[in-house]
């Protein structure tokens, strides 16, 4: 059974940190993509991050670039987002993805999500 299972959310306030983990199981790390999507109230689901766990190549939406970093753990199949300098608009639920292929809008997997809110 594939499991991903997010944790690392909570409040905190504009210009500090969090840092998320996803903790994946049931599937071949090495060969697939993890990365981690938000959708706040009222809008669209928007990708945030994502490294290809085989090659090490990451991608940062422009929003997050420079604040946010995505890295992995292969000796504990988990992925992390450490995100610095956080703002009230990443204000979000954030969800843990893993594809074959690459983070996109029809991931092949999908956490549970994890709340994270960011206070002015």
């Known amino acids: 059974e594939v499991q991903l299972v997010e944790s690392g959310g909570g409040l905190v306030q504009a210009g500090g940190s969090l840092r998320l983990s996803c903790a994946a199981s049931?599937?071949?790390?090495?060969?697939?993509?993890i990365g981690w999507y938000r959708q706040a109230p009222g809008k669209e689901r928007e990708g945030v991050a994502c490294?290809?766990?085989?090659?090490?190549?990451?991608y940062y939406a422009d929003s997050v670039k420079g604040r946010f970093t995505i890295s992995s753990d292969n000796a504990k199949n988990t992925v992390y987002l450490q995100m610095n300098n956080l703002k009230p608009e990443d204000t979000a639920v954030y969800y843990c993805?893993?594809?074959?292929?690459?983070?996109?809008?029809?991931?092949?997997?999908w956490g549970q999500g994890t709340q994270v809110t960011v206070s002015s």
């Open positions: 993805v893993a594809d074959a292929l690459w983070c996109r809008k029809e991931n092949d997997y």
């Open positions: 049931g599937f071949t790390f090495d060969d697939y993509a």
């Open positions: 490294i290809s766990i085989g090659s090490g190549y990451s």
